[in-house]
């Protein structure tokens, strides 16, 4: 990132170069062989490129170098041992820095959902799946995935001196605790109108915010810190808070979903009920009284959330109580990156942050670090930063990116394998597609570009609205896209749970973004969103569509006062990854109207710029391209080498066995067709075609996965009569078919 530096870390010897273990909670970094020739002296030059390159030590194997002209490079290391000379090279784009004003998240309020899809998808969410997270939390005789209320209870007693019961489950277990407080909170905000099932899991969750929230807080220490399972130690085995020792305690991943739990909650109740903000605030500065640069501690934990979180809280409390209330602990976030050192690309601590290019490590841990770089970017605009979040998203969307928009192969622990590895029996942890939102979210505040908001919205339409069945009944913790087993309704790690809600019911602030003079709309999603101080008036935004069945919108803009302001719409791009490609082509606009006048509007940075003075009323009415798209991977994919996959508008599909052979072949110009099947898994656009040997093919969406399976489709194999593994459940539903 111009004019800042690029970290440079190069190997010359015998053998292969050293490398931090991938996989695994341990390993260190593997010993060079011993050398069996005379060490070589090293030379760093520029192949080629459009401007100059410095280096700070050219014959040293760590440097860096800066480049003087926007454009792509390609370095040289050459290595000569007196007897012979080798070399490699590296390929470094240089790019300017991200705009110095950034767009501003939209926060979600009360609002209302008028889609066909996003209603049935929310209910399922609000009445079936909070609920039964509810009833989960609140038992004591869980045999799997244990640690709920009962924590929080236990910890009370013991602050206050009395009898207590040991903590249950993983240290981690307030995890899900306060995700499902953030998932009520959020659900509380959406309006039921009038749906009677709706009405009622909200008055449960709200009876439940009442009996939970004093419990939580009970389990509060008086300084503010929060975490059951330390409460509740053994303190031979675990004798103070921040240790290095301690780092797999989840100390600040428990407490990131605090501090975040409690943003939603006081939105929820309108600035009313302080109670979680107030405890929140109190726990933050209990940190940042303990963990910062001398005389305070080092420290960093093994599992990141608290990072994003900061960021996120220090915001709020910025907007709450005034510019500079919440810088603390924004400042507490990058130190806390900072920290990250010595250790292992399990979880990040490799190299510091701001010298990791490459997407490595536990796949969750990753995406939450680099959510909360870009956190810190926007907020300090440090270039190192700036340069190190651009690299891991380029690597990350170009070399190690799923169709669905998932992440991480599973190749290392619940992790990211190699460059170009994607095989289809994937790990994609639906808590990584959380991340994974997160990530390109941020990164559309900074650069104000809508290609992030296309990828975030790839991921919720593929990777994480199916991670619950249609019912809300059943979760994946998992989403391979080769799925051989159903859904469960909880897990001996259920950090997915809450985190799943959490995430999906946050729409205004996924569907809408602004700056000073513009509202940028991002996601195309029937419903009504007041966005507050767009050029100094509040502007209610109605969006009426079936979108993604149909790629007919109108959005009608209502600001309380008439005002000259941007409205940027998001003209949908469904190639932005440089793996696939797709046919035919479904990008653009086909049309736009302002109040019943054709416009043909500037494109910026992908959006449709209607620039005007806006009053009530005033309504645009868009159509985009909605068209079935084959997609092809690129043949740096093993695994999708002579295959296609099916894609209409931002939805991937999915061809399952319980209406076909699923191992036919599809012929390259076999015609494909849409139609409407309402009585079909809740009402979806199916893609009808034939097989290259006349078959019928029908394709679903891919959220709709592994809803209709048989019972004896699922069952697992028994295990072999002599002993040993039973054979795999067979492959059921499968996104990347056969091509001719």
Known sequence: MLPGKTYLNGYAGYGEPPRPARGGRGGQVALPPASPGPAPTVTWSKESGPGTVAFADARSLVTTAT?????????????????????????????????????????????????????????????????????QINRTDLQQGQGGIDNFIEAAKALAGLPHGNHKGYVFSNAWVHQTVESMSIALMIDPRGDPDIIRAQEKMRATLEDWIPKILAAQHPDGYLQTAFTLRNPDRWPDRWTAQGRSNHEGYTAGYFLESAINHYLMTN????????????????????????PKQEWFDGHQEMEQALVRFGRFV??????????????????????????????????????????????????YTYSGMADVAIETHDIDYESAVMSLWDNIVNKKYYITGGIGSGETSEGFGPNYSLPNNSYCESCSSCGEVFFQWKMNLEYGDARYADLYEETIYNALLGATDLEGKNFYYQNPLNANSVRHPWDTCPCCVGNIPRTLLMLPTWIYAKSADSLYVNLLIGSTVNVEDVAGTDVEMVQATDYPWSGKVSITVNPKVRKNFSIRIRVPKRNVSGLYTSTTDANGIVSLAVNGSAVKPKIEKGYAVITRAWKAGDKIDLV?????????????????????????????????????????????????????????????????????????????????RYNRQPAAAVEAPPAPAGGGRPAPRPTMSIIWIKER
């Open 67 to 135: 480049f003087s002209t926007p454009g792509t490079y390609i370095l040289r290391l050459t290595a000569d041992n007196g007897q012979s000379k080798v070399s490699s090279t590296l390929n470094v784009a240089a790019e300017t820095p991200p705009p110095a004003a950034h767009l501003n998240p939209v926060y979600t309020k009360n609002f209302k959902i008028n889609s066909p899809l996003w209603n049935a998808r929310a209910k399922a969410l609000i009445v079936n799946w909070i609920p039964h997270c509810i009833d």
């Open 318 to 367: 910025n907007d709450m109580e005034g510019p500079g209330k919440g810088q603390k602990y924004i400042d507490l976030a990058k130190f806390l990156l900072d920290c990250r050192k010595g250790g292992r690309e399990y979880d990040q601590s490799h190299l510091p942050v701001v010298q990791q290019y490459e997407a490595a490590g536990h796949a969750v841990r990753a995406a």
């Open 271 to 294: 600035k009313k009920d302080a109670r979680l903000y107030n405890a929140a605030k109190k726990l933050a500065d209990c940190w940042a009284d303990h963990i910062g640069p001398t």
């Open 624 to 704: 985009f391209p909605m068209k079935v798209q084959r997609v092809r991977a690129s043949d740096k994919i093993v695994a999708d080498r002579g295959r296609v996959a099916l894609r209409y508008g931002p939805l991937v599909y999915n061809i399952e066995a319980v209406d076909q052979d699923i191992t036919q072949t599809l012929g390259p110009d076999s015609p494909l067709t849409t139609e409407w099947k309402g009585d079909l898994l809740g009402g979806v656009m199916i893609i009808k075609g034939t097989f290259a040997n006349g078959a019928a093919l029908m394709a679903i969406p891919n959220y709709a």
